[in-house]
């Protein structure tokens, strides 16, 4: 398992996350724990903020909060100096919650309904990236109904998709996102945006893709981009202030995968917007991302403790752990591959060829295939890399199963930001059918576990 960030072989032989050996966090909150290094989220941030400063240009660094969101993540984002992009009414309430500057966060989103709107407009918040003309119509109204102005921005579908070693050019019609350009839907909107008392047109906003793990992609759809541009400064007089290319920008699951640098993303399409603007005699505009995997994925390790062993002769050794699908959906939804080591014996040589399964009643729960480990026993701690993102975002109660803790580790402190959840918690919201709707009571002494 690749090392990340803080993280380090202790004199114990044991797995050690900022300063911290992970068997006392596992002794001291239970298992499965979600472990997210904060020095490690620091550094990141502070890369994206360097390479803009570099260049000389405006810009901001908004985090993606669906990749991890809750009140402790927001605070650190707002204490990075970073911006917020959230894609739903619960993901602006925890904003609210944490005290993130309402100025500093944009809303995403397909399907936003007239509810989480309003929500935005009573709040104030940064901008609106409005994503179809239903949502623009609502818009309209609802901010001449409240008087109230509110910045936005157009998402676009720039006809570049990017993914992993790859991108292609690509016509692109064919996505739930954004307003088309080769229709003329783009163009549409932001003549109804000019011509809107309310709303103020800031920009324009692309995403192409993620797991992204060379800059060509956001190359070639800054150019893409530009030729719009080019073409509505001449009809239409317009020419952004923002330019939003999204994220996308890959990290490392396992040893095929090699991310750039963060800056190097940076640096390349703050290059090709310099080249473009230059063509039209234009300034840069201010250049916006949105990181969220990048910011927290290789942050978060998920511990587990190994609970029973399955040996099939001449095929397979299953060891199962305690948590699964329930808290790492994304090997089954996606296929999504793994690292991870025995966290207690860290040191130890790697004798065995096993498969890790999970706890969930589904032939599926599988986190991760032919695994080399040290014989691991029932009670031994399996760390699995690179789980910040999507890991806690996507957990569920299948089975019942209860969603983990979260800490945060830095500098040798340790501090619970989510707590796990009990039986109770399970069935807080739900009522008897037999007793008129009351709340359901459990009976007796129920231990957590």
């Not at 202790?10 to 050996?21: C, F, K, M, Q, T």
Request: with cysteine; net charge negative; hydrophobic share 35%.
């Amino acid at each position: 398992m690749g090392l990340y960030g803080t993280s380090c072989i202790n004199r114990e032989g044991h797995l050690s996350i900022g300063g911290v050996d992970v068997t006392t966090l596992a002794d001291k909150y239970g298992t499965p724990l979600y472990i997210y290094d904060v020095k490690d989220i620091r550094n990141r941030a502070e890369e994206f903020k360097q390479a803009f400063e570099n260049k000389n240009v405006n810009y901001q660094v908004a985090y993606a909060s669906k990749a991890f969101s809750c009140i402790a993540m927001i605070e650190l984002a707002d204490e990075l100096g970073l911006s917020l992009d959230v894609c739903s009414g619960g993901e602006l309430y925890t904003a609210l919650q944490a005290g993130f500057p309402m100025e500093r966060v944009h809303f995403h989103g397909n399907n936003k309904t007239p509810d989480e709107l309003e929500m935005a407009l009573k709040e104030k918040i940064g901008c609106i990236v409005v994503d179809n003309f239903t949502e623009l119509s609502w818009l309209m109204a609802m901010t001449e109904s409240m008087k109230t102005e509110m910045n936005v921005l157009i998402r676009i579908t720039p006809g570049v998709e990017a993914h992993t070693h790859e991108y292609i050019s690509t016509g692109q019609e064919d996505s739930k996102f954004g307003f088309d350009l080769n229709s003329g839907q783009a163009k549409k909107a932001i003549k109804m945006i000019m011509g809107h008392s309310y709303l103020r047109l800031q920009g324009v906003h692309s995403h192409i893709g993620s797991q992204i793990f060379r800059a060509e992609g956001f190359e070639e759809a800054v150019k893409e981009i530009y030729l719009s541009l080019a073409q509505w400064q001449q009809e239409l007089g317009y020419y952004p202030e923002v330019l939003n290319v999204g994220g996308g920008f890959g990290i490392r699951y396992g040893e095929n995968d090699a991310p750039l640098p963060l800056h190097e993303y940076i640096d390349r399409m703050v290059e090709a917007a310099e080249k473009e603007s230059a063509k039209l005699n234009m300034p840069v505009p201010e250049m916006w991302i949105e990181p969220g995997r990048a910011l927290v994925g290789e942050a978060g390790t998920t511990l587990y403790r190994i609970g029973s062993r399955k040996d099939i002769p001449d095929l397979r050794t299953y060891l199962s752990v305690d948590g699964g699908m329930t808290d790492n959906i994304r090997p089954a939804l996606y296929q999504a591959e793994y690292e991870a080591i025995v966290a207690n014996k860290a040191a130890e040589e790697k004798t065995e060829l096993v498969s890790i399964a999970g706890k969930c009643c589904e032939s599926g729960d599988m986190l991760i295939w032919d695994l080399s480990l040290p014989p691991a026993v029932q009670g031994d701690l399996l760390a699995v890399s690179s789980t910040g993102a999507y890991g806690y975002s996507m957990a569920n109660n299948y089975n019942r199963i209860l969603r983990p803790a979260v800490v945060f580790v830095e500098d040798g402190e340790h501090r619970c930001v989510i707590e796990r959840e009990s039986f109770e918690d399970l069935v807080r919201h739900e009522r008897s059918y037999r007793n008129s709707g009351s709340p359901a009571k459990a009976s007796g002494s129920v231990k957590q576990i």
